[in-house]
């Protein structure tokens, strides 16, 4: 899981596949792929167009860096709808958030820039409270509580995120170790979310512990929907807050996020940051227009039929699959991630003596096409256990994220991969 993990967060945002992908216009094998620019890319003079971007098929994942999700007409609608008019952005953050906790289910609700945005203001709120002095302070935080505790497997490189409020991460692995940090200093302990399969300490006993020394707990959710229950699911097991990205599952504004919880908390939280001057959170600023999108994502989403959007997504898989399977050697399976994402995924794999093509080979020529494509890594999304067995190393493969491909894209994955993987003659 780590893997996948540093994978999406870090190989793939400073590594060879992200180089690949900002320059691949430049390359001279850059030529587009026959018949291909004619089904896919941005319409004609398009606001992306005009500016020469490049469009990009995204099977990779609600991942930030290619921008998250698509919204939903209803959410542009709002967006629109908000900015047309003036209002008082505490009284909108207010009622906002208001109406979204009482919709979600939980106690309180605060519109924010993203789950990252989410975990300074939830970090801030654990800080200095109320309190207007301390707020004015920030990050100097000497004489508050500003120690943050977490597991060492949760390392996610959201860090900087809780640091920049002037805290001080301990990291920990067993309980014994977690109740001998915790002192009279720390002010929150901080749980990932998609680490729980590999810390020694699960969210049960986080939150216990947490209730026993009355040390509020964090749980960073970004990604974890569907399913729509999880909304409320980690606040109802005894998190004090979780953060969730709005731009992910929900398919809000790509600069929103949720942050969710106990009321003194969130309220503190909320005067933290903007519209109120003097504040950490100041630069993490969500307008009228996100609040209102975030709001009418959230109303969408709790009426979504989730049955009917696997049965979807799996059609476009065995779009993909029908296409590839006459490439022999080459293994397709479906695979829906526990923790996050929890969608279905098309896994492809194959023997790189067999088809002469390893994992990076495919994807530089993925993204080195006409249109771009961008796919996750093989195993992306799986948990893999400490003592795993090492693998083959022959083995290679991909991921394909169906759940953000836009129409008639399936069709267009199926057949660049089938160009690349299908054994050529005279390929030795
Ligand atoms: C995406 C993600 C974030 C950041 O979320 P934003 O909404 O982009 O701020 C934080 N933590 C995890 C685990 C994520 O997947």
Redesign the pocket.
């Known amino acids: 899981m780590r893997d996948w993990f540093r994978f999406l967060n870090r190989r793939q945002f400073l590594g060879k596949t992200a180089v690949v992908s900002a320059v691949a216009h430049l390359l001279p094998g850059a030529r587009p792929a026959s018949g291909l620019r004619a089904a896919a890319g941005f319409p004609q003079n398009h606001i992306y167009a005009k500016l020469g971007v490049r469009p990009v098929i995204n099977g990779l994942a609600t991942a ?1 860096r290619v921008g ?1 999700s698509l919204m939903p007409p209803e959410v542009v609608a709002a967006m629109e709808e908000a900015g047309k008019y003036f209002v008082s952005l505490p009284e909108l953050h207010e009622k906002a958030g208001r109406r979204l906790a009482q919709l979600i289910g939980v106690e309180a609700a605060l519109v924010t ?5 989410s ?1 300074t203001l939830g970090t801030a709120a654990c800080v200095t409270g109320a309190d207007p002095q301390k707020i004015s302070r920030l990050p100097d935080t000497s004489g508050m509580k500003n120690e943050i505790i977490m597991q060492k497997s949760h390392r ?1 490189g ?1 860090e900087q995120q809780m640091l920049l409020v002037g805290t001080k991460i301990i990291e920990i692995e067993t309980r014994e170790q977690l109740e001998s940090a915790i002192t009279p200093r720390t002010a929150m302990l901080f749980f ?3 680490g729980d399969p590999n810390g020694q300490i699960k969210r049960a006993e986080w939150v216990a512990i947490g209730k026993k020394h009355a040390i509020p707990t964090f749980n ?1 959710a ?2 974890d929907l569907p399913p729509k229950s999880r909304l409320s699911e980690y606040v109802k097991m005894g998190f004090d807050l979780v ?1 969730f ?4 599952g929900l398919h809000g504004p790509q600069c929103s ?1 949720l942050l969710l919880g106990r009321k003194d908390l969130v309220d503190a939280a909320r005067i933290n940051a903007s519209p109120w001057g003097g504040t950490i959170g100041r630069g993490m600023k969500v307008g009228k227009e996100e609040i209102m999108g975030l709001l009418a994502a959230v109303e969408r989403y709790l009426k979504i039929d989730h049955e009917a959007e696997r049965r979807e997504l799996e059609g476009r898989i065995r779009e993909i699959t029908q296409v590839l399977s006459s490439i022999k050697g080459l293994k397709t399976e479906i695979y829906v991630p526990e923790i ?1 994402n929890h969608v279905p995924h098309l896994a492809i794999e194959w023997n790189r003596t067999q088809l002469k093509m390893t994992s990076q080979d495919v994807s530089e020529q993925l993204l080195k096409g006409e249109p771009s494509i961008e796919l996750a890594g093989r195993n992306w999304g799986r948990h893999k256990p400490k003592n795993a067995e090492p693998e083959n190393p022959e083995l290679q493969g991909l991921t394909v994220c169906v759940w953000t491909l836009r129409p008639g894209e399936p069709k267009i994955v199926a057949r660049r991969l089938h160009e690349i993987l299908a054994p050529k003659p005279g390929r030795t």
């Open positions: 930030t998250g820039t993203g789950a990252a945005g975990m996610s959201y990932l979310n998609i960073d970004a990604a953060g990205s709005g731009g992910k996020g996050a």
